[in-house]
Nanobody
Framework: QVQLVESGGGLVQAGDSLRLSCAAS????????MGWFRQAPGKEREFVAL????????YYADSVKGRFTISRDNAKNTVYLQLNSLKPDDTAVYYC????????????????WGQGTQVTVSS
């Protein structure tokens, strides 16, 4: 399994943008579907976005569709999440995740998780 390290979180105001990055190591990155999940205080972890290993397809939660964009650079072993038009409800710890199988990743049980990065959106 790949090892994952996120970066890019922070404190922003509503309407602002952020870009999260997740650097992978330890295996062939392009073999892995990659995704982002988030967990707000007192809530369960939820799916945010997913991208196939080739980058040929992306999937989003309805709550972020049109505002967030997932992308990847297989030459840099990195996956990104661009967060635009941020809302206070987007406040959460954002986790990068990866798995060779899209259904496993989408179900929230991937083989690899990052340590998480905090995103806080003030109103």
């Amino acid at each position: 399994q790949v090892q994952l390290v996120e970066s890019g979180g922070g404190l922003v105001q509503a309407g602002d943008s952020l870009r999260l990055s997740c650097a992978a190591s330890g295996d062939t990155f392009s073999d892995y579907a990659m995704g982002w999940f988030r967990q707000a205080p007192g809530k369960e972890r939820e799916f945010v976005a997913l991208i196939r290993g080739s980058g040929s397809a992306t999937y989003y939660a309805d709550s972020v569709k049109g505002r967030f964009t997932i992308s990847r650079d297989n030459a840099k072993n990195t996956v990104y999440l661009q967060l635009n038009s941020l809302k206070p409800d987007d406040t959460a710890v954002y986790y990068c995740a990866g798995d060779r199988w899209v259904p496993t990743l989408a179900s929230g049980t991937p083989g690899s998780w990052g340590q998480g990065t905090q995103v806080t959106v003030s109103s």
